[in-house]
């Protein structure tokens, strides 16, 4: 059966890559398995039909057969236990990529998300001045901890699997600022990452919804 994925109608990201739809559209192209979309706009995401499927309100959602998630990383994680690509054979190393699915969720992304917030949000606060380096410092001591561990390997622990999948796309929601060039090895990751063909294939996918709604 193939799964159907719910993305926005009309990205607030503008094409570049940023909407969670991505990592699920990346993780699906990786292991092969096809996956339709079905469009939301944002008065929808917040009505009682994908409020039942996802009960904050948001993209994206994953439906197959009589299962329904919500929650990108679940749904990651939820491909990737299916299907053979995105998580090692051996026990230990399976477990030691999804700790890292967690880390780049849990640990690394929430920094990043708040200095985005505090960036897109918050200029006209009378504190901004004040609060922007805080965050910023708390972003590159989480990047500079990332930096260490990950050295000059290619990939976060042996093989590319879903932890580095997951931990790219957080990583790439910095695009947009000058904080991860300051992170050599961390900036040839996320090039690492984007130049596989399955993210190229999801990246294209996502940008064509944006370029068909810019030009209707």
């Not at 994953?62 to 998580?87: C, D, K, N, P, T």
């Not at 054979?89 to 998300?113: H, K, Q, S, Y």
């Not at 918050?122 to 990047?143: A, C, F, G, M, N």
């Amino acid at each position: 059966m193939i799964p159907t994925i719910t993305a926005f109608e009309s990205s607030p990201d503008r094409g570049k890559g940023q909407a969670r739809d991505m990592r699920v559209r990346w993780a699906l192209e990786e292991v092969g398995q096809p996956y339709d979309v079905r469009l939301v706009s944002f008065s929808e995401m917040k009505e009682g039909a994908h409020r039942a499927l996802h009960p904050f309100g948001q993209i994206p959602t994953y439906e197959e057969g009589g299962l329904a998630l919500f929650e990108s990383g679940a749904i990651v994680f939820h491909i990737a236990q299916r299907h053979a690509g995105l998580l090692p054979d051996d026990a230990n190393a399976r477990a030691r990529a999804i700790t890292w699915m967690f880390a780049a969720l849990g640990t690394v992304e929430p920094p990043i998300v708040d200095l985005q917030n505090a960036v897109l949000l918050e200029r006209d606060k009378s504190w901004y001045e004040q609060r922007l380096p805080i965050v910023k410092d708390r972003t590159r001591d989480r990047l500079g901890e990332l930096c260490r561990r990950l050295g000059h390997a290619d990939w976060l622990d042996g093989a590319f699997s879903a932890g580095d999948l997951l931990m790219v796309t957080v990583l790439r929601r910095l695009n947009a600022s000058d904080i991860l060039n300051e992170y050599p090895n961390l900036s040839a990751y996320v090039a690492r990452g984007e130049a596989r063909p399955a993210f190229k294939r999801a990246f294209d996918a996502q940008l064509a919804v944006f370029t068909a709604a810019s030009n209707p």
